[in-house]
């Protein structure tokens, strides 16, 4: 049953059709590369599992409109990525970072491939979530949590220096891990700090 769905032309016309066995070989065979997209954006395992769960629904109730000359594959990736924007544009705690992030897609990107966005916020957000733990730490609690380096100091009890050293090696190891080609995008997020820094 499967393989008579391996076409997208075939794929497309039985989800238009209600076609349940279209449907059970979409979930399949998407289900698991979209929930590793999605959590490399939100990182929650739960939170990942709902938005690519949404999607699937919303595709099967959308069927009848889907269309046979586009690319399945990339509408998808666009819909989780756009379920990740609304989740976070709706939500009442929205952090600095995310939402500085949000808009610097729109002002940043030029890029008109559907999928560079996406590839883009997983690629930066996987980069600040491998730089080594202290350095992470303290860049989170500086550009995500909003605290003053002070602030940081006092809660960590380390000098105000050791927080500035490591503020400035995550700024270079950010540069070095996403290259230049994400600069404009580094400075809209992280403000004019990182003019100094990259």
Known sequence: MKGNFESQSVLIEGLKQGNE?????????????????????IRD?????????????????????????????????KSVHNKFIDQYRKGKA?????KKYIEALELAVEEKDELQE??????????????PPKCQQIFLMSK???LTNIEISEYLNVSKKTVEGQITKA????????GK????????????????LI
């Open 118 to 131: 996406q590839k883009i916020l997983g690629i930066l957000f996987n980069a600040i979530y491998e730089l």
């Open 171 to 178: 700024f270079g190891i950010l540069r070095e891990n996403l």
């Open 45 to 77: 395992d739960l939170m990942a599992e709902d938005i690519v769960q949404s999607v699937f629904v919303q595709v099967w109730e959308k069927r009848h409109k889907l269309k046979h000359d586009f690319s399945l594959e990339n509408y998808l990736y």
């Open 94 to 98: 929205v952090m600095a970072l995310e």
């Open 21 to 41: 066995g279209a449907y059970e070989y979409l979930v399949e065979h998407y289900h698991n590369r979209l929930c590793v997209y999605a959590h490399s954006l």
């Open 181 to 196: 080609k994400y600069e404009v995008i580094m400075m809209v997020v992280f403000g004019s700090e990182t003019e100094r």
């Open 144 to 146: 995500k949590e909003g």
